[in-house]
C-alpha cells in the first residue's frame, strides 16, 4: 500500500519526449506527448499543469523500426511491421517508490504492398494507443 492517499495527488505534467530515432518522423514526439496529455486528462481525476506537477512523465522516442515479416517461399514478406520504442520516467513526488524508468513497446504490421508513408500516422497511433495504455497501467496501477 502506498504510503499516501491518491486524493493527494491532484496534477500531472507531461514534459518532453526526446526524439532519439533518426528514422522517425519529426513529429513524433509530440504526438506521443499530447496523446499521454489526453489520455491521463480523460481518464483521471489529475489536472495538467505544467509545472510543480505532483506526477510527472518525461523519456524519449528510443526506437522506431520497420522489418519485413513471414517471408513466403519465394522469399517475399507477407507483411512490414513496424515496431516503436518509448522509454518513460514517471516521477511520482508523493511516493517515491512509485517512481519507474522503463521502456514500452508496441507494433503494427501492414501489407508489403502498401507504403509506409501512407499509413505510417494510423500506425503510430495505434501502437501508441497500445503503449499508453501499458504506461497508464504501469504508473497508476494502484489506484
Do not use: C
Amino acid at each position: 500500500m502506498n504510503g499516501y492517499s491518491f486524493d493527494e495527488a491532484k496534477s500531472f505534467l507531461v514534459g518532453n519526449f526526446k526524439q532519439q530515432a533518426p528514422n522517425a518522423p519529426a513529429t513524433i514526439s509530440n504526438t506521443f506527448q499530447e496523446l499521454l496529455k489526453d489520455k491521463v486528462a480523460r481518464q483521471s481525476r489529475l489536472i495538467f499543469t505544467d509545472r510543480d506537477a505532483d506526477l510527472e512523465f518525461h523519456g524519449s522516442i528510443d526506437n522506431y523500426v520497420v522489418a519485413a515479416v513471414a517471408p513466403q517461399p519465394n522469399e517475399q514478406t507477407s507483411f512490414n511491421r513496424l515496431s516503436i520504442y518509448v522509454k518513460v520516467d514517471y516521477t511520482n513526488r508523493l511516493d517515491e517508490k512509485d517512481n519507474f524508468s522503463k521502456t514500452f513497446s508496441h507494433f503494427a504490421d501492414f501489407p508489403t504492398d502498401q507504403n509506409l508513408l501512407q499509413v505510417q500516422d494510423e500506425l503510430i497511433v495505434i501502437i501508441f494507443n497500445q503503449i499508453l495504455e501499458d504506461v497508464f497501467n504501469q504508473a497508476f496501477n494502484n489506484w
